[in-house]
């Protein structure tokens, strides 16, 4: 087998590999999907004083652990109607154009300590025009659906989005400027340093709207207006059932991982350990076997935080009530985006005082 591997082009191997880290990153992100669902119902239970999901179990153990595949299960085998008056090709469509991107910008993200399916120097504007595709499936299917709430539900989102994106985009301008590069391993290896030295202490209000932003961007609560089921039923996805509801709903949450995971890399430091700088580098902690790999840099850390942000996502939902729509426009067009802008220009004073991450 080694024989035959190593006398494989190097490209056919490299290839190959690329494929099996993407299968890998794919089975993982929708095995994640499908337990966050779980741990957004038992979290927000504890949170309201009950128990959340504690029947389906698996193969007779754990307790709720079962909950999510059930759930596939059914929305697998429910019929798939399509409306006799819809636009029947983009209606098909749109689930998935709203899916695929939410996976393929985990291609640039470094998940490791020197490791991302394709290192790509770009990364940054790959992000951003993949985080801007999403919104064509959720206006795809509100308007191919040929229905007034849908096509009102994807005019909301459609509006919120771009307002939101804008914001999202200047806060990433700031995160450019601090790491010069648009590689996103070196935007993680410029915060080098330990838990002070990452941009989330010099750029926190680039932060705070980055993650605001990203809540919106998911239309997740309190920013859920595209499905004010109090107003418009369930918005742009009414006339969805069956496995085009459920990639609507796996949609919505690889994307909160995905935002978790770049709010980690952009602003905390990515596969980093908050230790560094602090703990010596030569110190006896390192040398005691689990203990030290836990210290040391790597994607442990990386998950840790991306699953301290999903939490926070959660706690978001479990709080706020929805927002009305003028409030949501207000918030975007008046408070974020004036703040980015504000920064940035608080940051050019910073690197022209060589402080911060300008200071070497």
């Known amino acids: 087998m080694i024989a035959w591997w190593n006398g494989l082009p190097a490209m056919v191997q490299g290839a190959l590999l690329s494929t099996l880290w993407i299968l890998i990153v794919t089975v993982v992100l929708i095995l994640s999907v499908a337990y966050l669902t779980l741990w957004e119902r038992k979290l927000i239970g504890w949170m309201q004083v009950r128990r959340g999901p504690n029947r389906v179990r698996i193969f007779g153990f754990l307790p709720g652990m079962g909950q999510p595949f059930a759930d596939v299960i059914k929305l697998l085998i429910k019929e798939i109607v399509v409306p006799s008056a819809s636009n029947k090709m983009l209606f098909r469509i749109a689930p998935a154009i709203t899916l695929i991107p939410a996976f393929a910008i985990w291609a640039v993200v470094p998940v490791a300590p020197g490791f991302a399916i394709a290192n790509v120097d770009a990364g940054l504007l790959y992000v951003l025009s993949l985080t801007s595709v999403g919104v064509y499936g959720v206006i795809l299917a509100g308007w191919a659906s040929n229905s007034k709430y849908a096509f009102l539900g994807a005019m909301r989102s459609a509006a919120q989005i771009v307002a939101y994106e804008i914001a999202m985009g200047f806060a990433l301008v700031g995160v450019l400027m601090a790491s010069n590069s648009l590689n996103l391993g070196t935007i993680i290896?410029?915060?080098?340093?330990?838990?002070?030295?990452?941009?989330?202490?010099?750029?926190?209000?680039?932060?705070?709207?980055?993650?605001?932003?990203?809540?919106?961007?998911?239309?997740?609560?309190?920013?859920?207006?595209?499905?004010?089921?109090?107003?418009?039923?369930?918005?742009?996805?009414?006339?969805?059932?069956?496995?085009?509801?459920?990639?609507?709903?796996?949609?919505?949450?690889?994307?909160?991982?995905?935002?978790?995971?770049?709010?980690?890399?952009?602003?905390?430091?990515?596969?980093?350990?908050?230790?560094?700088?602090?703990?010596?580098?030569?110190?006896?902690?390192?040398?005691?076997?689990?203990?030290?790999?836990?210290?040391?840099?790597?994607?442990?850390?990386?998950?840790?935080?991306?699953?301290?942000?999903?939490?926070?996502?959660?706690?978001?939902?479990?709080?706020?009530?929805?927002?009305?729509?003028?409030q949501i426009m207000r918030l975007g067009w008046k408070a974020l985006i004036p703040v980015t802008i504000v920064w940035i220009f608080v940051e050019m004073l910073m690197a022209h005082f060589k402080i911060g991450p300008w200071s070497a």
């Open 189 to 326: 290896e410029k915060q080098a340093g330990g838990l002070f030295s990452w941009n989330w202490f010099w750029l926190f209000p680039l932060f705070v709207v980055y993650f605001i932003s990203g809540v919106a961007e998911t239309n997740r609560a309190p920013f859920d207006v595209a499905e004010g089921e109090s107003e418009i039923v369930a918005g742009f996805h009414v006339e969805y059932s069956g496995i085009g509801f459920a990639l609507f709903f796996l949609a919505e949450y690889a994307n909160m991982i995905l935002i978790a995971g770049l709010t980690a890399v952009f602003f905390f430091g990515g596969w980093q350990s908050p230790l560094n700088g602090y703990v010596p580098a030569d110190s006896s902690l390192f040398q005691i076997p689990l203990l030290g790999t836990f210290l040391n840099d790597g994607t442990h850390w990386l998950v840790f935080k991306l699953f301290l942000f999903l939490c926070l996502f959660l706690w978001l939902r479990a709080t706020f009530p929805r927002y009305r729509y003028d």
